[in-house]
């Protein structure tokens, strides 16, 4: 579910997923072909939604929309959509990589109505690069993540402690020092 909702532009990149699934099979809590199967999965079901999206209320916005509406004239539709159809795969693959990107793209197959068919290959094929990759990568270096996660919540803890004893000591000596200022001023007052 997680990556169906950020294939449909929830402010997460679905990356993160894979490496969260990667790791915990390296460390042997997921079965690694159970973990990567639902990786890919998730990611085509959240394209295809976005590409449903497009397909059914894409026409709409885009001549609704001032700044896309210039794009959508007779003229211009035929030639937009024959560019999408011929880098479909080069933009797809390259939209893959690109957090906030992905989404627009692939609502936009759907709204020059590229061929659903041709959708989905050329999705399947982009999601299996870019999810396996990210998957294996942190399969085959999942030990080292989870240690640069441990060091990173010690340094955190550290960190923040630092700052609430440094905040704390600037606060009490602040107090001290307008509480000197006080009593010297009252000192003054009765001299």
Known sequence: ????????????????AFVVAGVL???GSLHWEAALASCLLG??????????IGRRWGDTFLNAHPRFAWLLRA???????????QHALKVMLVSRFLVGIRGPVYVAAGAVHLPFRRFIVIDVICASLVVTTFFWLSYAFGDRVIGWIRDAEITFTIAVGLVVVGVGLFLYLRSRRKLTEIVMSQEKAES
């Open 43 to 52: 990611a085509v079901l959240g394209d295809c939604v976005m590409y449903g």
């Open 75 to 85: 003229k211009r539709e035929k030639q937009f959509e024959l560019s999408v159809q």
């Open 1 to 16: 579910m997680f990556l169906v909702l950020t294939g449909c532009g929830m402010p997460i990149p679905e990356e993160v």
């Open 25 to 27: 099979s390296a460390e």
